[in-house]
């Protein structure tokens, strides 16, 4: 099978060209390797670079390719050889068309040559040997592509008639009309001399087979464009790119009567903005007549240019208000305004950044979006530089350009002194500061009984010593911690004649247990303790006492030790009338010294005045 190819030894054959060129020349077609087929492949899809499956893997086995079923650049390369050998447009997808070529070449019995893209051939009689080529690496005999590389492998083979081959390009297709002002509906017609296809686009950009082709959707323009065109044949190279700018003309304006004389046609402004038109108005007037038009853009527009045709072209592109001209043929000028657009900066000063677009580009009276004012941690928002105090907005409304910065403050924290059950406050009860600094502590309360110790992070002291050095990153209360005071308690013997107490110091509120009574008083013995010395007993001996706020004085209470008859009264004499009764104290025990009182009784009923230890009997 012969590969096409361009020879590396292209001065040699092209000297045999020109000297054997008088024997003839003809047009050829080539035979291509066909297809293998002894595995059949059903393909169910179009296939394109950055698929994989079972189908790639069959295609890649068809072509003499590595078949590791990713359609990859070096199985596009194959597809777009077997398109160009099958007049097919080598675009490196295997669609429909790819597809249907496949089968036939694959089925086609063995003597049926297949077909390939024309070449000029210019036989030439023997030659002499030329030197063969050495084969690159990866590319041996019978391989269309280089096992390593991927790229086509190119090789000459020794032949008795060598053939040059030429590669045709399709012709840079043409445009009727050929540019220019037009009149609105004229529809413009596309051409290649023996192209396939021609594909075209209206927004400036490029064209490829992908773009509008031009028999499936009518080329008439309803407004001033650019056209640019790629004409396609199978077998030749793609055509240049034709490039074409139009610009729609008005009809004309036929007078009433049938009189023609040149009309100035002022459109609607076109654009996202609005204006109106001053000087000259639309309308027909005789020929060279001055005409002059301004554009005046509305208060949210700017004008920008003029579309213009006719004698009024000079204008068209120009941003000069008033248009001015002399008017010799109909003509149309239509002004562009745009909206005016004004841009909203939004920057964060230190310590802090902006959440949200910025800048932002707004039409005139409308609204930006939201941004955001957003402090770093420990510090906070305090105003825009607009004197906008909330951290969110939303600009609404713009007529103008708007830069404004936001501004950030370090976070403030309040430290409260709680006196904890002080009798005065501290002197302040609180400090204010900035984040993770340290206050002044305040003059410390004070409390009766108790000295000051210092400040607790827990009113029970069990929490972290607050002081000047500690540093404060959030609001805090800190309470008091006190030192009882410690006083002397006395015992006083209070008439005693003997013995004595040991004194005791007990702190402010401690409860602790009395000393014994070591005090001692004859006769009597120890009642209790009194606060006073005529009080009556208010703490036993031994008893638990919680001390006050000073120094105490107890004393002691004493009781005597009640009598006790060892032997009773006698009374002696006789009972009669006018005789003397005398009765004996008897025998008594106890303390303190007893003394006696009489009462004499009748029966059980006291008689008057009998109160000695003697008594007269008197008759009743």
Aim: proline share 6%.
């Amino acid at each position: 099978m012969k590969k096409e190819k361009k020879t590396k030894t292209s001065k040699a054959l092209l000297g045999l060209f020109f000297s054997f060129l008088f024997l003839f020349l003809s047009f050829s077609f080539l035979p291509i390797k066909k297809v293998q087929a002894d595995i059949p492949c059903v393909f169910t899809s179009t296939l394109k670079i950055g698929q994989r499956g079972e189908e790639i893997k069959c295609l890649q086995d068809s072509l003499n390719i590595i078949a590791d079923g990713i359609f990859g650049r070096k199985t596009k390369a194959a597809v777009i050889l077997f398109q160009k050998e099958n007049d097919l447009v080598p675009d490196g997808i295997f669609g429909p068309i790819s597809r249907t070529a496949f089968v036939t070449v694959a089925l086609a019995p063995a003597s049926a040559p297949v077909i390939l893209s024309p070449v000029v051939t210019i036989p030439v009689p023997p030659a002499p040997v030329l030197e063969t080529p050495s084969l690159a690496e990866g590319c041996a005999p019978g391989n269309l592509f280089n096992t390593n590389t991927g790229e086509p492998c190119s090789s000459i083979e020794t032949e008795v008639s060598p053939e040059i081959v030429f590669t045709l390009t399709q012709t840079t297709p043409t445009f009727s009309p050929t540019g220019g002002t037009i009149n609105s509906g004229t529809p413009i017609i596309i051409s290649s001399s023996g192209a396939d296809a021609i594909y075209y686009t209206t927004d400036g950009s490029e064209p490829t087979v992908s773009s509008l082709r031009q028999e499936e959707v009518p080329l008439v323009l309803t407004s001033n464009v650019t056209i640019k065109a790629l004409a396609v044949k199978a077998g030749y190279q793609n055509s240049a790119i034709g490039t074409k700018s139009y610009l729609l003309s008005p009809p004309p304006v036929i007078q009433v009567g049938g009189s023609h004389s040149p009309a100035l046609s002022l459109p609607t402004s076109t654009g996202n903005g609005s204006g109106t038109y001053g000087g000259t108005e639309a309308g027909s007037f005789a020929s060279n007549t001055s005409i002059s038009v301004s554009a005046t853009p509305d208060i949210s527009s700017v004008f920008t240019s003029w579309t213009a045709t006719g004698a009024a072209i000079d204008c068209h592109g120009s941003a000069i208000s008033p248009c001015a001209f002399s008017l010799t043929r109909n003509s149309s000028l239509t002004a562009v305004y745009t909206l005016k657009t004004f841009t909203l900066t939004y920057t964060a000063g230190a310590n802090g950044s902006i959440v949200g677009t910025s800048p932002q580009t707004v039409n005139y009276n409308t609204s930006g979006t939201l941004v955001t004012a957003t402090p770093d941690a420990h510090y906070h928002f305090t105003t825009w530089s607009d004197a906008v105090d909330t951290a969110i907005r939303t600009d609404t409304n713009v007529t103008e350009n708007l830069s404004v910065s936001a501004s950030f403050a370090i976070d403030t924290h309040t430290v409260t002194f709680n006196k904890n059950g002080g009798t005065t406050e501290a002197d302040p009860t609180t400090r204010t500061t900035d984040y993770n600094t340290t206050v002044t502590l305040p003059s410390a309360p004070t409390r009766t009984g108790y000295t000051f110790s210092s400040w607790n992070t827990l009113a029970n002291g069990s929490g972290s010593l607050f002081d000047a050095t500690t540093a404060v990153i959030a609001d805090i209360t800190v309470y008091a911690l006190w030192t009882a005071d410690d006083h002397t308690l006395t015992f006083d013997g209070n008439t005693s004649n003997g013995g004595s107490t040991a004194a005791q110091t007990i702190a402010t509120d401690v409860t602790t247990t009395l000393n014994a009574n070591g005090f001692t008083k004859t006769g009597y013995s120890f009642a209790g303790w009194a606060t006073t010395a005529e009080g009556d007993v208010s703490y036993l001996d031994e008893a638990s006492y919680t001390m006050g706020i000073g120094d105490v004085t107890l004393y002691a209470k004493w009781t005597g030790t009640p009598p006790v008859n060892t032997e009773a009264p006698v009374v002696s004499g006789t009972t009669e009338v006018g005789e003397t009764l005398t009765t004996t104290d008897g025998t008594w025990t106890g303390s303190p010294t007893i003394s006696y009182t009489y009462q004499w009784q009748h029966g059980t009923t006291n008689i008057d005045g009998a109160t000695n230890s003697t008594y007269v009997i008197e008759a009743a």
